[in-house]
């Protein structure tokens, strides 16, 4: 598979326009970690109708974040897959870009990015006593403080997204026995001294 096919590092201003929407990153945070799906059932899982559901992934689907699985359907049934495993947002250039409407963009797809990342951390921490004992002992929930430059800091960063790359290619079947989808959320950003 392509690089560009698992995963997406930048996107074009006007992709960018077409994420931005609350209901278009829950479909496309659905079908990348689900697998394909049709708006039927993303409406179901998603708690959506499915005529939302399927506007909403043609949309993704001019925008290239989505196409069709032409292995899986038959007759007027329409599967849909994720183009990219994941995306990386981290450079300033939409967020500093002359247009208002992509840094405007920009913006909303960074705060809903925000906003599921903090719905996924607090499900896990709603659920974490009905997984086992050897999950509990898994998961993490860190914070550290540094004093780093610029360069310092994408070094690092480039450093984390290397090695948690390098771990796609240990990942297990899903009927492996005992296993589970393992989100990874990484913020990381200076701030004002206090």
Do not use: N
């Not at 896990?124 to 800091?153: I, N, Q, V």
């Amino acid at each position: 598979m392509p690089l560009q096919r698992k995963y997406c590092k930048y996107f074009f201003a006007r992709s960018l326009r077409g994420l931005a929407h609350p209901l278009r990153m829950r479909l496309l945070g659905a079908l990348r970690e689900y697998g394909p799906a049709t708006a039927s059932q993303l409406a179901e899982r998603l708690g959506e109708s499915s005529g939302a559901t399927s506007y909403h992934l043609r949309q993704l689907a001019t925008h290239g974040f989505v196409e069709d699985d032409p292995e899986r359907g038959k007759g007027r049934e329409r599967w849909w897959k994720a183009v990219h495993r994941g995306h990386r947002m981290g450079s300033d250039r939409f967020l500093a870009d002359p247009d208002p409407a992509v840094r405007g963009a920009a913006s909303a797809v960074l705060h809903e990015v925000a906003t599921l990342h903090t719905e996924q951390m607090s499900t896990w921490l709603g659920t974490l006593h009905g997984w086992s004992e050897d999950w509990r002992g898994a998961w993490d929930m860190s914070d550290f403080h540094l004093r780093l430059t610029p360069e310092l800091a994408r070094e690092m960063r480039d450093k984390v997204h290397e090695l948690i790359e390098s771990y796609r290619e240990k990942a297990v079947d899903p009927d492996t026995e005992g296993s589970a989808p393992y989100r990874v959320h990484l913020h990381a950003f200076p701030r004002d001294e206090d």
